[in-house]
């Protein structure tokens, strides 16, 4: 197509083309912000897919189009580093900025495994440093304790310098044992 005498291709097919030169979760993020922005093909990845079988990332589309619960959108690079730490130690992919329902009141997780109740928080002092949102971070924590929920609350440090302890802990949480390398080692 062209727009405005430039030559341009489609929202989906953009996506198509990216998933030959982005990782996953770049492809992801692409694939949200299309989602996001209400973005429609006449020619539908499927289409394409089935078009191009072989082509350099149609993989990654696949897994995308036939997965049941996307990761969701992060906004920051320490939500992209929290995800990066779970993938790299095969930890089950959260849920990132989920909401959440509970007592009739809405929140939004930054990380959620809701089968398992985990909640995680991923604070920075200046996000989560004023008197408003310090007493609601734990207005928030105590509640969804109290609802059965388990919270943790990591820090950028704590994330980059005690990743294995961190691990543990979420495995833990999360019921889904240890391993003593992360996947690959």
């Known amino acids: 197509m062209v727009v405005d005498g430039i030559p341009a291709t489609s929202?989906?097919?953009?996506?198509?083309?990216l998933a030959a030169?982005?990782?996953m979760r770049g492809l992801e993020r692409a694939w949200h912000e299309a989602e996001v922005r209400g973005l429609r093909d006449r020619v539908s990845l499927p289409v394409l897919l089935e078009r191009y079988p072989g082509r350099r990332g149609t993989r990654?589309?696949?897994?995308?189009l036939e997965s049941p619960e996307p990761v969701g959108f992060t906004r920051n690079d320490f939500e992209e580093a929290f995800l990066a730490l779970a993938d790299g130690h095969g930890i089950s992919r959260p849920r990132m900025n989920a909401d959440l329902s509970v007592?009739?009141?809405?929140?939004q997780v930054d990380a959620l495994w809701e089968r398992e109740r985990?909640?995680?928080?991923?604070?920075s002092r200046s996000v989560h440093g004023t008197t408003k949102l310090f007493e609601?971070?734990?207005?928030?924590?105590r509640i969804l304790v109290a609802e059965g929920w388990r919270t943790f609350r990591i820090t950028w440090r704590a994330l980059h310098d005690e990743p294995a302890e961190l691990v543990a802990d979420l495995r833990a949480a999360l019921g889904q044992g240890r391993h003593p390398h992360p996947p690959g080692k």
């Open 136 to 141: 609601s971070d734990r207005q928030r924590d």
């Open 118 to 123: 985990v909640a995680v928080e991923l604070d």
């Open 11 to 17: 929202p989906f097919r953009t996506v198509f083309d």
């Open 103 to 107: 007592r009739g009141r809405f929140f």
């Open 21 to 23: 030169v982005l990782d």
């Open 60 to 64: 990654n589309l696949w897994a995308l």
